[in-house]
């Protein structure tokens, strides 16, 4: 297991729950669904009628629900100074274009937007079939709709852990509460599922909103460090008692050959195939690191690597609004 990427600018002293929604929810809970799409025999002058009349300022083309190219306003512009309305958008679309999968968190696509300066994404499932469009202004909309949810939702109730872990009804030296998950190599599909059931069961305990965001994020990207870099996955591990979290990601291999060199930001060893997905800027540890109070790796090709992280339960009741 090695470094995963994330978005830098998402990490801070304070994480906000807007900053956590983005690694919670998945694109396609924010896209547009049936997005306005033009065949490859469309003719410009069409085009440039569609986008008018719609008011968009682009639009996959597709062959049978198949993304083959992206056209544009400036496109069609640029046909029509070339006096050719009557081309088809085929002659004139953007054949390489940058793309997200339905199943991915939107922290992705927002590395994705800023890495790529780019102001849409077409939106493709797993059979690399168009379901949907993003534009940033879609994950506004849906991280607005996201809060309201919360709001709804601010009368549950909950009990806090330190009374759960000292109850005198609870005979026990030491109570703690221990969480597993097996995590598979390459299921994208699955991404952030762990993290998230991890930080609602955090929640759920009565631990502060601050504390469980940055587990949150922590076990994120240890997560995806098991999809993205391991031999066969891994595992994820937190014990909750009174004092700490104790949270710890382990696989089998291939190890960390560097991991001095694996802390410092930006450096990635991720493929490129993975790099496409938007993932493996290098940003993953560093995002641990700035998340808990201690972390520590153990590595080795043989053996694999452990990665451990504590958050202590110290200021569980400060700063919980946010």
Not at 128 to 135: F, H, K, S
Request: hydrophobic share 35%; aromatic share 6%.
């Amino acid at each position: 297991m090695s470094e995963n990427a994330s978005h830098p600018d998402l990490i801070a002293n304070r994480i906000t729950r807007v900053e956590e929604l983005v690694y919670e929810l998945s694109v396609s809970e924010v896209m547009t669904k049936n997005p306005i799409t033009f065949d490859i025999d469309t003719s410009i002058r069409d085009a440039l009628e569609v986008m008018r009349r719609l008011k968009i300022s682009g639009a996959p083309v597709v062959v049978d629900q198949i993304l083959t190219g992206i056209i544009t306003f400036e496109d069609v512009v640029r046909a029509l100074r070339d006096g050719r309305a009557d081309k088809n958008v085929f002659e004139y679309m953007t054949t390489d274009v940058v793309t997200v999968h339905d199943y991915d968190q939107v922290v992705e696509a927002l590395k994705t937007f800023s890495k790529n300066q780019v102001t849409r994404l077409p939106v493709l499932d797993s059979n690399n079939n168009l379901v949907g469009m993003l534009t940033k202004g879609d994950v506004s909309t849906g991280l607005l709709s996201a809060m309201e949810r919360d709001v709804e939702k601010a009368e549950r109730s909950k009990f806090k852990a330190s009374q759960f872990f000292l109850d005198k009804e609870i005979i026990s030296d030491h109570t703690t509460m221990v969480l597993r998950y097996k995590v598979k190599k390459n299921d994208f599909n699955h991404g952030g599922t762990a993290s998230t059931r991890i930080k609602k069961a955090l929640l759920r305990l009565g631990i502060s909103n601050q504390i469980a965001r940055k587990c949150g994020i922590a076990v994120y990207e240890a997560e995806m460090n098991l999809i993205i870099h391991t031999n066969n996955g891994g595992n994820l591990r937190i014990e909750i008692d009174s004092e700490k979290i104790s949270m710890e990601a382990y696989d089998d291999g291939p190890g960390i050959e560097d991991i001095e060199k694996a802390m410092t930001p930006g450096w990635s060893t991720a493929s490129q195939e993975v790099r496409t997905k938007g993932f493996g800027a290098g940003m993953g540890l560093t995002n641990i690191h700035n998340c808990v109070d201690e972390m520590a790796i153990r590595s080795s090709p043989d053996t694999g690597t452990n990665l451990f992280m504590i958050k202590y339960l110290e200021k569980e009741n400060e700063n919980e609004s946010g």
